[in-house]
């Protein structure tokens, strides 16, 4: 059933998908995380209606701007639902989110990542696999996992990464576990506006895009990706760098620390 929001109208992807949500209006598809209670954390079931949406855009030319956000005012989206990773080979899964991220990034339509709250893990994979981003002040951003779950991103990830927030911002996210704040990656380019109404920025930006010549912006963004699909291709033996994590005592323990909310004891 719809949940209506004021003006929008939200729906669920599908009926068996209610923690994706998605509002259409004047050429632009809106996209909640709808699960506040996790911080929006995502599950394989979301993923995969994300999954759908993507190749159905890819066909709707009437649509020109894709947003995604989080819900409930603490998170865009905070990683991954770990209980996804038992269920199946985690390597496999990776590549498979990976498969994801790359029809988010290859999309026609402007894609905007709208951040209010935290961002991390498979949050910040997919906000850097948008083409624009704006956030909120209280707004964070980072790959804790070095100290959460002692496991290992694809390279493509670590590449659009860098990319987006730059080398040195992405090793300290990486190493030092720390998260950077919205004015830091305002500072570097990685978020184009910080704001307190993210609402009222949304809507200016959306105005703008709207006026915008859609030859053009499908043609920049047709040339942007050819060039950074160069820059970005995975490397050989990714997989088998990521096979050797997942498999390891400290990913084994990550897990089970995460699941007993403890804090892991990694192997020295």
């Not at 991103?153 to 030092?176: D, H, K, N, Q, W």
Request: charged share 25%.
């Amino acid at each position: 059933m719809p949940v209506v929001l004021g003006r929008r109208t939200l729906t669920a992807v599908n009926e068996e998908t209610p923690d994706l949500l998605v509002t259409r209006t004047d050429g632009v598809v809106e996209v909640t995380f709808h699960r506040p209670h996790r911080h929006n954390a995502f599950t394989r079931d979301m993923y995969a209606a994300l999954k759908d949406l993507c190749a159905e855009l890819r066909e709707t030319p009437d649509v020109r701007v894709l947003v995604l956000r989080g819900a409930g005012g603490r998170a865009f989206a905070a990683g991954n639902e770990i209980s996804d990773f038992l269920e199946q080979d985690p390597v496999a899964y990776e590549d498979w989110i990976r498969e994801l991220l790359e029809s988010l990034f290859s999309l026609p339509q402007v894609t905007i990542a709208a951040v209010d709250g935290v961002c991390v893990g498979g949050g910040l994979a997919v906000a850097t696999h948008c083409d624009l981003r704006i956030a909120t002040a209280g707004s964070r951003f980072g790959y804790p996992i070095a100290r959460t779950l002692g496991n290992a991103l694809a390279a493509s990830m670590v590449y659009r990464c860098a990319t987006v927030f730059g080398e040195p911002i992405t090793r300290e996210m990486l190493l030092a576990s720390r998260l950077v704040g919205a004015d830091r990656a305002y500072a570097v380019g990685a978020v184009m506006a910080v704001t307190e109404d993210l609402d009222a920025e949304l809507a200016t930006l959306l105005d703008g895009l709207r006026a915008a010549s859609p030859v053009t912006l499908r043609a920049t963004k047709g040339q942007l990706l050819d060039r950074a699909r160069l820059l970005e291709a995975s490397p050989a033996g990714d997989v088998d760098l990521l096979q050797e994590v997942y498999t390891g005592p400290d990913f084994a323990e990550g897990v089970r620390a995460f699941l007993a909310k403890e804090k892991p004891a990694f192997g020295r």
